[in-house]
């Protein structure tokens, strides 16, 4: 397709290397933009939540748009909803249109363009949806869908069919019936819970929700998919993170996907969840000039790594309507990998997943290091792109006699 930026470019002479080393903006940004909250208000999620930014007139107050942004907040009105926490509002670079923070939260015209191909269901999930609450699409895992809120919209969002609203708030019955699913589903052992945000809950009714799964026997593990450490970080309290605690394993999964948005509130709040003992992963979004770079996506996993977060997926953007400006040529991500295996900690190497369109699940890319496969040795290339042979072995009996033992010992 055409190559011409969807957003205006970048002033001249300002490099990006000029500006590389200025500190995160919350701070400033804060003073900037609402200099009238006290601490008490900033720090308080609720007061957050209150005063998210939620309309043209509104964000024309805080963010001098262009003329894309203008046009795209007008004509995706109607496609999906904009919310941006004053928080997440004071990272924005009022001045660079290709902000990453300011490119996940405001929209630009070319999300009001559907393209043939692109699904309002890109997943397929509502094929694979037994209750409301639940998508049952792997064998031994469910999502479980508690709400349609967040804390900020992302235009990268792929489940905004569900995050444009109107599919309210899982009613009580709603999610009584949820539970009910998984505890008539003895091969469910893991519980994704998402939405939307589940950290938009209050404490108590995230609390009944994690309770009525932990009392399930058959279910193993609970994770948590949210926002809410990037974009409304006061959010996770002491007392959020000791209910998560309370109901361990509990896995905090979180979707960080530009090291700008690690600020020192986003990293007292990962650090809030593992000090407590809840660990975190980080699932990333790969998207077209906003981290589409092996030195971005490096510096993320750097970042992370540093405050405890583990990067588990990389992500290959769905063909969900309206994304098609954020989507990346499968190239580009195996290249990233390729760039980092080897050269780095293997822990910074996140996953590289691609969820079929339709309904297939993800699948996992990665470089392929194999340059010849024979019966005797198999030839690799290294990182380097070094040759290396691996000699297989004589005997290629893989059953493990033990196991027998193992699964018969009394329980
Ligand atoms: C991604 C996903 C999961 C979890 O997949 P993992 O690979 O185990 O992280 C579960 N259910 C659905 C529907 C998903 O999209
Ligand atoms: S937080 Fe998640 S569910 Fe909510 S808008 Fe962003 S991507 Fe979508």
Known sequence: MDSAPQREEA???????SRAVRPPASEAGRRRLFPEATDAEWNDWRWQQRHAVRSLAQ?????????????????????????????????????????????????????????PGELADPLGEDKTRPEEAIVHKYPDRVL??????????????????ITKGGEAELSKDQMRRGIAYIRNHPEVRDVLISGGDPFILSDGRLEELLSALHDIPHVEMIRIGTRVPVCLPMRVTDALALTLRRYAPVYVVTHFNHPKEVTPEASEACQRLVDHGVPVENQAVLMRRLNSDAR?????????????????????????????????PISKGLEILQQMRGHTTGLAVPHLAVDLPGGGGKVTLQPD?????????????????????????????C???YDEVWRARPR
Do not use: W
């Open 11 to 17: 002033p001249q002479g300002r490099a990006s290397g």
């Open 59 to 115: 964000l024309e107050r805080y963010v001098p748009l262009t003329p894309q942004e203008r046009a795209g907040v007008q004509e995706t009105a109607a496609l999906f909803r904009v919310g941006i926490s004053p928080y997440y509002l004071s990272l924005i670079d009022p001045e660079h249109p290709f902000c990453p923070v300011r490119m996940q939260s405001i929209p630009v015209q070319e999300e009001a363009r559907i393209r």
């Open 144 to 161: 479980f869908l508690a709400l349609d809120t967040c804390s900020v919209y992302c235009r990268h969002c792929t489940r905004r069919r």
């Open 296 to 328: 971005i996506i490096q510096e993320l996993s750097h970042v992370l790594l540093r405050i405890r977060v583990r990067p588990y997926y990389l992500h290959q953007m769905d063909v969900a309507q309206g994304c098609e400006h954020l989507r990346t």
């Open 369 to 397: 290091y194999v340059v010849e496969r024979g019966e005797h040795e198999t030839v690799f290339r290294n990182y380097k792109g070094e040759r290396y042979v691996y000699p297989e072995p004589e005997e290629t009996d």
């Open 399 to 401: 059953s493990c006699p």
